[in-house]
């Protein structure tokens, strides 16, 4: 999701799934002032479910942003038959350690639902 998207995404009002772990952040003053704007104009969002999203965005728009690295290894073709190569650039491993720790983190919330 984009973070131009959040604001009709908290008018909506969609949950997800959370983890256990807890981040305490400090933020500067200006940040903490335009969250507190945020926190007002979507009261039925508690602060902490908008620092989620606006993190996810982010984050989101940062692997979006990491450059494409031409590789040697021909991965797939076009519809045109051109050769498609690898990503040799930072995207693959990012995407490989989110897995990585989604699968951790799935396994440490199933391991601690009550039977």
Same mark, same amino acid.
């Given at each position: 999701?984009? !973070? &131009?998207?959040? *604001?009709? @995404?908290?008018? $909506?009002?969609?949950? =997800? &799934? #959370?983890?256990?772990?807890?981040?305490? !952040?400090?933020?500067?003053?200006?940040? *903490?002032? &335009?969250?507190?704007? !945020?926190? $007002?104009?979507?009261?039925?969002?508690?602060?902490?479910?908008?620092? =989620?999203?606006? !993190? =996810?965005?982010? #984050?989101?728009? #940062?692997?979006?942003?990491? /450059?494409? +690295?031409?590789?040697?290894?021909? +991965?797939?073709?076009?519809?045109?038959?051109? /050769?498609?190569?690898?990503?040799? =650039?930072?995207? /693959? &491993?990012?995407?490989?350690?989110?897995?990585?720790?989604? @699968?951790?983190?799935?396994? $440490?919330?199933?391991?601690?639902?009550?039977?």
């Amino acid at each position: 999701m984009k !973070i &131009r998207d959040l *604001a009709q @995404h908290w008018e $909506e009002t969609a949950k =997800g &799934r #959370l983890t256990k772990t807890e981040y305490a !952040i400090h933020l500067d003053v200006e940040a *903490a002032a &335009r969250l507190s704007a !945020i926190a $007002e104009m979507y009261p039925k969002r508690q602060t902490e479910e908008l620092l =989620g999203e606006l !993190i =996810g965005a982010a #984050l989101e728009e #940062l692997e979006a942003s990491f /450059p494409y +690295v031409k590789g040697q290894h021909v +991965v797939a073709t076009d519809e045109e038959g051109d /050769p498609l190569y690898e990503d040799v =650039g930072p995207t /693959p &491993r990012f995407l490989e350690l989110s897995r990585r720790f989604l @699968h951790d983190l799935s396994a $440490e919330g199933e391991q601690s639902k009550p039977s």
